[in-house]
């Protein structure tokens, strides 16, 4: 064999060894995404849910941790005011993969404008973050640039990579769910809402979290986390600039974080600004006040507003966006080539928090300078329930509705009864034995408009036991 053929004949081998090798990465890196963590199934609908999104169809990509897609709620920002923007959000997301997601996100979506959240500053104070790391990691495509992240990843939190070869191939982590598999996590349809929030926490819970709250207008830049926070936010800026990119910052309110975190995300701030960035910070109680957000009702846990309180939150960022960006209303553009994806989207969505929030509720119809009804039920065991409504004098009228079972029971809000503002008592029939859980909402007449007033989210719950 002369050395020309042999020549040829190492090249095949190469060609054909180099072919085998990728069909086995693209087989592996498959049942990796196959055989994960029944809890990752909001990851897989965020981090992968994004890449199934048109090109260049998003106005705004929100790069953050959970406190994002909680505070900004796309759904209703779409079905309130026709802006598309996704939350390319995990939880614990830390602020130094923010580079390496926007590196990402931009290739399909150059037009948007993004959102970096400040918040996340707080990860280089978290020991474990092991499942930050995976949410992340998990569900993006394999590239150069999710290589460099994994490793920036591990550098950051000093591990050593042959130990953690699960970051690199998640199938590694999971490789034991092969002996236990029943089928039912199979991975798993995207969740329909493009990872609009539903889980039960942000649905149904409450917690008071006002003697929480904290706020500092101290700034660190003296420690190791402030260091290390400039050299990553020196690193986006860079990121940004070379890709022409629109971008601003934003401060969510939270009430679980330490004064020395507020003063390091005070910092983040500052070089933001010094940038030329625009930054929103609602951490300020005078703001939270002024969009009605109540630290004693609107949160499920110390960071994370519940559905009310996104409510609000959702409503505020979106009419900034608004009056400082160039957006449509693409609901009644028939041309917008996602539109239907977005409406399908919304319906689901409806459905999916009917149980838990009144219609006047997620399409911003309240005034929260309205006072609720004060509403009071009572049962004698006779098949009725007296429910007892008092109303802010200036109530032209009222509507009670009412659910089967507790508050989450899962069951639709229903209207019963729409009475004017002089009768404050109303008599419902119930079954037997039966509980029901009662809310009700004022308005009143402004012109051809119609105000509405806040209302009691948890209700009262009745049981009319014989």
């Known amino acids: 064999m002369d050395k020309k ?42 981090m992968h849910g994004f890449y199934k999104e048109k090109d260049d169809s998003l106005d705004a990509v929100f790069i953050s941790s959970s406190t994002s897609y909680a505070n900004f709620n796309i759904m209703m920002a779409w079905q309130n005011y026709g802006i598309n923007a996704f939350t390319l959000a995990t939880p614990h997301q830390p602020i130094y993969a923010a580079e390496y997601i926007f590196t990402e996100a931009v290739k399909t979506q150059p037009n948007a404008l993004y959102v970096f959240n400040l918040g996340t500053v707080c990860e280089y104070f978290e020991k474990d973050q092991l499942y930050a790391f995976h949410a992340i990691l998990d569900y993006m495509p394999f590239s150069f640039n999710k290589v460099k992240l994994t490793k920036y990843l591990l550098d950051n939190a000093e591990m050593k990579y042959m130990e953690n070869s699960e970051y690199f191939f998640p199938l590694v982590r999971y490789h034991d769910k092969w002996t236990d598999w029943d089928g039912t996590d199979y991975h798993k349809e995207l969740d329909g809402v493009k990872g609009a929030p539903h889980y039960k926490q942000y649905k149904y819970r409450k917690r008071n979290v006002e003697k929480l709250y904290k706020e500092t207008d101290e700034v660190n830049s003296e420690s190791p986390q402030a260091q290390k926070i400039k050299e990553c936010m020196s690193r ?217 007033s806040k209302y009691k989210y948890f209700g009262v719950t009745v049981t009319d036991e014989k």
Not at 6 to 17: E, M, N
Not at 296 to 303: A, I, K, P, S
Request: charged content about 25%; some cysteine; hydrophobic content about 35%.
């Open 5 to 46: 053929e042999r020549r040829k004949g190492i090249f095949k081998f190469f060609l054909s060894t180099t072919g085998l090798l990728l069909v086995f990465v693209m087989i592996f890196n498959s049942f990796s995404t196959i055989f994960v963590q029944p809890e990752d199934d909001r990851c897989y609908s965020l």
């Open 236 to 452: 986006l800026f860079e990121q940004i600039k070379a890709n022409n990119a629109n971008a601003m910052f934003i401060i969510v309110p939270t009430a679980g974080k330490t004064i020395d975190i507020h003063q390091h995300i005070n910092y983040a701030k500052q070089l933001a600004e010094e940038a030329g960035y625009p930054v929103l910070d609602m951490q300020d109680k005078k703001l939270m006040d002024s969009i009605g957000l109540d630290l004693t009702t609107d949160y499920y846990n110390d960071n994370h507003p519940n559905i009310h309180g996104s409510v609000k939150t959702t409503k505020f960022i979106a009419e900034y966006l608004l009056n400082n960006y160039d957006f449509k209303d693409k609901r009644y553009d028939d041309s917008y080539k996602a539109k239907k994806s977005w409406d399908e989207a919304l319906v689901d969505y409806q459905n999916m928090i009917k149980a838990y929030s009144l219609e006047q509720e997620y399409t911003f119809q309240i005034d929260n300078s309205f006072a609720a009804p004060k509403i009071s039920a009572s049962a004698e065991g006779k098949g009725e329930i007296e429910i007892n409504v008092k109303l802010d004098k200036s109530a032209d009228g009222y509507r009670i509705y009412r659910k089967e079972g507790n508050y989450d029971s899962g069951y639709w809000w229903s209207q019963i009864c729409e009475l004017p503002s002089d009768v404050t008592t109303y008599t419902d029939k119930a079954d037997a034995d039966k509980t029901y859980t009662y809310t009700a909402i004022a308005y009143k007449k402004d012109g051809d408009n119609t105000v509405w």
